[in-house]
């Protein structure tokens, strides 16, 4: 008998005979074959369970349990782990990790050491909302009245994956002005979640920090730049 797991009876008949019929017979589900799983892999976010659900079949197709010290389930690339696996008794075994980094995974399930069908899967994992704000390229020490380089904030989520959908608007201010002024452009929206600021500049002598800041975004504080005096202009007697 091949085909699905049941129960059967056989029927015996001839011509001018009375037909007979066997006892039942019951047909289980065969060996997990590698080639006859198969897997689903879904895209995840930082922060939240990622699900990946594996059906063991035999060489007829059968759903079959009892497999899961056989499976492996190995995940490498933005998240680098490897997961438990849980058989349902029904022939699906699921396999849970949390990713937070955010990025691609390279998903590989293999059953009794042989990768099973359609093995490795990728799973896109997603930042989760955006929550907080780091700066990336900081301001440096300079004279007073001289532009800085290029300052960036990224928007992150509580992670600190890059919110790449975020256009917030970002303003920069000094933290302790001092009689100190920040001008050149200290508000910008951000793109692709990086807000850059090209053209800052500080007119008086001192040490400052500068505070990021956004509308519901937790504040961070810049690194400790110096502003000197600049080169002697004229004198006045």
Partial sequence: ISGGVGNYSLVFSGSGLAPDTSSTITVSAGVGHADS???????????????????????????????????AVVITGANDTTVTVTDNNDGTYTAAYMPVGAGSDTVVVSLAGQPVSGSPDVSTVLPSGAATLRFVSQPHDTVAGAVFTPVTVHIEDTHGNLVST???????????????????????NAENGVATFSSLFIDKVGTYTLTATSASLAETESDSITITAGALAKVVI
Avoid: H, K
Wanted: proline share 5%; no cysteine; hydrophobic share 35%.
């Fill in 166 to 188: 975020a256009s917030n608007a970002v303003t920069l201010t000094l933290t302790t002005p001092n009689g100190a002024t920040l001008s050149g452009g200290t508000s910008v």
């Fill in 37 to 71: 799983t198969t897997v689903i892999v879904p895209d995840g976010t930082a922060g939240q369970v990622t699900t990946i659900t594996i059906t063991v079949r035999d060489a007829s197709g059968n759903p079959v349990t009892g497999w899961a010290d056989s499976l």
